[in-house]
């Protein structure tokens, strides 16, 4: 079995900072593009940023400059810094990713639980 543990959601005032985290654990060969997500209350679930194995990067034009995904490929862990937050970007924040476990024939998509970022002052 495959887990995604998100965590670093909480509270944080218009124009502030919080780092996500999620760590992939479990038995896998390999994790190809890793990713957020979020949902706010009410919307679809949206992209927000993806990163390949190879550190490429892409962004949701609603969060291009103000957060940066990257990832550590040794430690199977994918981060998300929010800065310059706005109340718009109050949602659950989930962590996806592409694994390849031993006896598949592709790769497979794997969920986190989500954490809850809300931007309020």
């Known amino acids: 079995q495959v887990q995604l543990v998100e965590s670093g959601g909480g509270l944080v005032q218009p124009g502030g900072s919080l780092r996500l985290s999620c760590a992939a654990s479990g038995s896998f060969v390999r994790i190809n593009t890793m990713g957020w997500y979020r949902q706010a209350p009410g919307k679809e679930r949206e992209l927000v940023a993806t990163?390949?194995?190879?550190?490429?990067?892409t962004y949701a034009d609603s969060v291009k400059g103000r957060f940066t995904i990257d990832r550590d490929n040794a430690n199977d862990t994918v981060y998300l810094q929010l800065s310059s937050l706005k109340p718009d970007d109050t949602a659950v924040y989930y962590c996806?990713?592409?694994?390849?476990?031993?006896?598949?024939?592709?790769?497979?998509?794997?969920w986190g639980q989500g954490t809850q970022v809300t931007v309020s002052s």
């Open positions: 990163i390949t194995l190879g550190h490429i990067t």
């Open positions: 996806n990713a592409d694994v390849f476990v031993l006896g598949r024939t592709k790769y497979d998509e794997y």
